[in-house]
């Protein structure tokens, strides 16, 4: 079963440690109105349970996992639903639930064999970061445990690896974005307003049990230099480029895509376009296993620096502040329960990881920017671009 065997790795890779893990806890946008929510990914991955405030306890030692059940008003239960403890036990094949009011006396119990445990933490730098969940679970086993340890980077680097049920559900999820963007590309000069091709990429995520897997994207002209517009609020005049960045998830699993069309492309347009599209195919290139990032990283650059000298955009492959202006984002990162799926700061590429790769350029004084992204797995022999049944055409 797919997370009692992530369990067994997470158990084998932090050699048997006690682990505590919490996911997320519902968060309130205004009085009586929840925020949409979205499981903690190494929760999720650890437990597949989908429902705010749930724990749960490996105890490596004993190869044991213990779920630990929000206490729940009856007024949340009557308006949020909750799962069964049977069902919970399905899902996460855990060997048993407990009560969060039991959970106190369990802690102080695993404290009388165990002076060190394990948890995941959100900050960056020491600051806090995002839902609390996470930060009060560590507040509280800091209380109990002599030694509290985060296990975000061995979580990090095994999930950078995917295993066949993982590629699976990836490789859904980007079926059904290709047939998404296919459907689009077919109707495209019907388009009047960059929200109906929102409304049809959700139209038919929804048709096949799919979800967004982050805030779609569709910006047409100018807006397209807005690297995060997701307003999608805008006409579209026929001589925009409009670049589409929509993913699906799937049962888990994020697919990000970008393509960038338009109805009457000018000269410039295809020019941009072409350069975009002959980088990012340069660059697939270059993934194989055991590549050492820094070495890509490099590459990228020159392969960018190349594409924007020859539209003019830079002059010399010097100048830093004029790349950084035409192609301000990074070029690659990693995909899988989380849009931006951490691969643990890896010194060099290894087989089963999935990454993007999506070189944009972008020029506000002309109104234009193209973005072209694929999903790439590194195999044992190269890489294999998921979704490049899809074409990449203006
Ligand atoms: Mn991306």
Redesign the pocket.
């Known amino acids: 079963m797919f997370h009692t065997e992530n369990r067994r790795r997470f158990i084998e890779r932090t050699q048997g440690a006690l682990a505590v893990i919490a996911g997320y806890d519902q968060m309130q946008l205004s009085g009586d109105m929840p925020a949409p929510f979205l499981q903690e990914s190494n929760f999720w991955w650890l437990s597949g349970i989908e429902q705010p405030g749930w724990k749960i306890i490996i105890d490596g030692a004993r190869g044991r996992a213990t779920l630990v059940r929000p206490a729940l008003s009856n007024v949340q239960q009557t308006f949020e639903g909750d799962i069964s403890d049977d069902q919970a036990l399905a899902v996460s094949g855990a060997a048993a639930v407990i009560t969060e009011a039991e959970l106190e006396r369990e802690l102080q119990q695993l404290a009388r064999t165990h002076t060190r445990v394990i948890t995941t933490v959100n900050t960056v730098d020491g600051e806090f970061h995002g839902n609390p969940a996470q930060h009060a679970n560590k507040t509280r086993l800091e209380r109990i445990f002599v030694s509290v340890e985060p296990c975000n980077k061995e979580l990090a680097e095994l999930r950078a690896i995917k295993q066949p049920a993982e590629l699976e559900r990836i490789q859904k999820a980007i079926t059904i974005s290709i047939h998404a963007f296919a459907g689009v590309r077919d109707s495209w000069q019907g388009y009047k307003g960059e929200y109906e091709i929102e409304a049809d990429f959700t139209r038919e995520f929804r048709r096949k049990n799919a979800n967004h897997a982050y805030a779609p994207i569709v910006a047409g002209g100018p807006r397209a230099c807005t690297l995060h517009y997701g307003a999608n609020e805008h006409k579209i005049r026929a001589r925009d480029a409009v670049v589409i ?1 929509i993913g699906a998830r799937y049962r888990g699993y994020a697919a ?1 895509i ?1 393509r960038t069309y338009c109805r009457q492309p000018s000269r410039r347009t295809v020019e941009v376009h072409g350069a975009v599209a002959h980088a990012q195919r340069n660059i697939i290139s270059l993934l194989r296993p055991d590549l050492l990032v820094q070495d890509y990283i490099r590459q990228v650059d020159d392969i960018m620096k190349d594409a924007l000298g020859g539209l003019g955009l830079i002059s010399s492959p010097t100048d830093t502040a004029g790349y950084r202006r035409y192609f301000p984002h990074a070029v690659s ?1 990693g995909l899988g329960v989380d ?2 799926d951490s691969l643990g700061a890896p010194r060099y590429f290894k087989p089963g990881m999935v990454l ?1 790769v ?1 070189p944009g350029i972008y020029i506000p004084e002309q109104s234009i920017g193209v973005r072209i ?1 694929d999903d790439i797995l590194i195999t044992a022999s190269g890489a294999q671009n998921l979704s490049g049944r899809l074409s990449t055409d203006l």
Request: glycine share 0%.
């Open positions: 960045d990000d970008t990162h849009v931006h993007t999506e992204e």
